[in-house]
């Protein structure tokens, strides 16, 4: 068996474009993770039961259960109940959804983390309650959730080519389609595998020395 | 769901089965690489640690789908060696969850403190024999909240051997729709089935934790709330952080003063 | 280097720049019982970093003796008792007990480090009760006591157990054996931490701060369990202690440390009432 370079040089072009798509999901679905990560942490400490309850059996409920598996109902359920979304956009959703209920966790933590003298300082000052939060807590909870963060972008984008099963072509689907054409399977999957180990490493030695930076 | 017959039940079940399995038999190899490359990695010969710690770094930047693509399309191809599917899922989830393992060992073992090492040294304990005896013993009952994070990790990552024709519950659900053309109601019953393997998992990890505990003399933990009776909560993080808190706080109880 | 660390010790007996040849001797009130040079510290400098915390030390320690060490903190007195149980190594210069070197080993005729192996074989005869106790948590505190004597001396366990219970009965916790260390009171669990470090019947224990980490009203247990140690065996002990009545009871010698090297030495009434160094006459104003 010979490592044929020539189909590497093939299977460039088709590389790059799933590259490009990975990066894409990626950033959309970080966004969307840690929006709603953040919604989900401020809804589990409302002091309404009817809207803590719900949140965190939702967010229990995804968190335990495969990403993969998830993808398919949303590919698959939606449509029947009449919402027709294309694949990437199902591929965010799954994937951000899924990494909310991580970065709820985060959130909670670094928020549980600001000294309880923040709030009573805060109090002190009478002031109102959203500006208590947007000013005072947030600003300081989310400065040491960073590199956590940073952490669920990393493992985001190693559950990114789950993503080829519901048709998106990120990576591993542009290898998948290319090998069963030319049958040159184990150049591309070899290109795809180093790809992402030689983008994860920098990122997390990034993340590291982020962390060190961040928190002390 | 009434229209799922029996036949398709039983489909269902049998993924079951087959999911269940694949978790047992990646969680076994995970331990034995997690322990391995772990302890490997407080090695006090440097080479053994810079081997071990490639390991770790370069399953830690592999995607497990990716990796689990190539021991079933790129070793047969490359070297000629062909694994019957379900074990070429389970080497490959064994070595990706046993790679983050081993950062739950390593910080589990650099979190029981130094006097305990000193200790044994002191009454002239080989360095086996010190791992064995008094620092493993100690970092076991740290290690087993992460592992449970982990295990749950690896329960849904099961799910990804159904992509490679593996007939676990996902792809048993896949079956099933076809069959009957209806998607809302098999993945609503996959999903809850998973997620009552989630609890389980959780529970027998909780009952592990107890014995753990009180073989080094600390009470069980409590926990309340809402996540108790849920049970799967306190889990902050998926892999790549699992590891990151393994190392965090330490017990140390012998070395914390009064009883 | 030492000759000129202890400028003012006229009391240095044997030989004129060996400290602690003086040091032992110093004490001995009775060189017939003395018995022989047990440990000794040749030239040992030791460094962390660019903190020197021994400069070139020399010292010996005659068999039987209680040789107590006292000084300010990070005065190099806890860097002894480490580097005695191999915890550290020297960075320059040997040790050597009964005779035999702990940090280095003969390879033909040169010296090279020791290997582990060859430091767990000597330091056998070492014990060390720690500061913060150090029982594993894991184990009960028979198991405690037990563990090294059967797995490292190789003694049946029927023997090892016989042993442990004799020397919970000399420190008084004959009823606590079959429970975890985390169950019992600091002052238990120190004694215990003695009772473990005896089983392995050292010719030499080190005890390092061993009160420090206790509430006051525990100290005095301990410190009975170690007089009468000190007055019923003939186990050399170093001992770094803050405890300068304890010090004056057992001790043979004391030595006063200050940054990394020994300013003075002499027996306890001698070094307590009539220091002859001023720096030993502040620190002794300081804690007394």
Known sequence: MKFDWSAVGDFMPLFWRGVVVTLEVLALGSLMAFALGLVWALAQRSSLKVVRWPVTALTEFVRNTPLLVQLFFLFYVMPEWGVTLTAMVTGVLGLGLHYSTYTAEVYRAGIDGVPVGQWEAATALSLPRSRTWIAVILPQAIRRVVPALGNYVIAMLKDSPMLFAIGVLEMLGQARQFSSQTFQTVEAYTVVGIAFILIAYPASLLLRALERRLVR | MSDISWGLWKLLLNGVWITVQLTVYSAALGVVVAFGIGIARTHRLRIVRFLSGAYFEIFRGTSALIFMFWVFFVLPLAFGWQLVPMWAAVLALGMTYGAYGSEIVRGAIAAVSPGQREAAIALSFSPAQQLRKVILPQAWPEMVPPFNNLAIELLKGTALVSLLGVPDIAFGAQLVRNATTRSAPVYTIILVMYFVLAFVLTRGMRVVERHAKAGIGQAPPKRAGLTTTLSIGKQTSPIGPVARTAAGPTTGAATEGEA | ?288
């Open chain 3, 1 to 288: 280097m030492s000759a000129d660390s202890t400028p003012n010790t006229p009391k240095n007996t044997a030989s004129g720049n060996d400290v602690a040849s003086g040091a032992a001797s110093g004490a001995s009130t009775n060189p017939a019982v003395d018995g022989s040079e047990l440990i000794r510290f040749d030239k040992v400098t030791k460094r962390f970093g660019s903190h020197t915390v021994l400069d070139a030390l020399d010292m010996n320690v005659y068999s039987g003796k209680h040789v107590t060490l006292i000084g300010p903190s990070g005065s190099g007195k806890t860097t002894i008792l480490r580097l005695l149980m191999t915890l550290l190594k020297p960075d320059e210069g040997t040790i050597t007990l009964a005779g035999e070197y702990l940090t280095h080993e003969k390879k033909g005729d040169k010296l090279v480090p020791a290997s582990d192996k060859h430091s767990r074989q000597i330091r056998k005869n070492i014990g060390m009760v720690f500061q913060q106790f150090n029982l594993f948590p894991n184990m009960k505190v028979l198991r405690n006591i037990t563990e090294a004597p059967v797995h490292v001396l190789g003694l049946d366990k029927d023997a090892a157990e016989e042993r442990a219970r004799e020397l919970l009965d000399l420190v008084g916790l004959t009823e606590h054996l079959d429970k975890y260390p985390t169950q019992l009171s600091g002052g238990q669990q120190q004694r215990v931490a003695i009772a473990r470090a005896l089983a392995m019947r050292p010719q030499v224990l080190l005890l390092d701060e061993v009160t420090s980490a206790l509430d006051p009203e525990l100290v005095a247990g301990v410190l009975d369990v170690l007089r009468d140690i000190a007055h019923t065996t003939d186990i050399t002990m170093l001992c770094v202690t803050h405890e300068m009545n304890f010090a004056r009871d057992i001790s043979d010698c004391v030595m006063m440390f200050d940054a990394g090297r020994v300013i003075e030495f002499g027996p306890p009434e001698q070094i307590f009432t009539d220091p002859e160094h001023e720096r030993t006459r502040e620190f002794l104003s300081a804690v007394l």
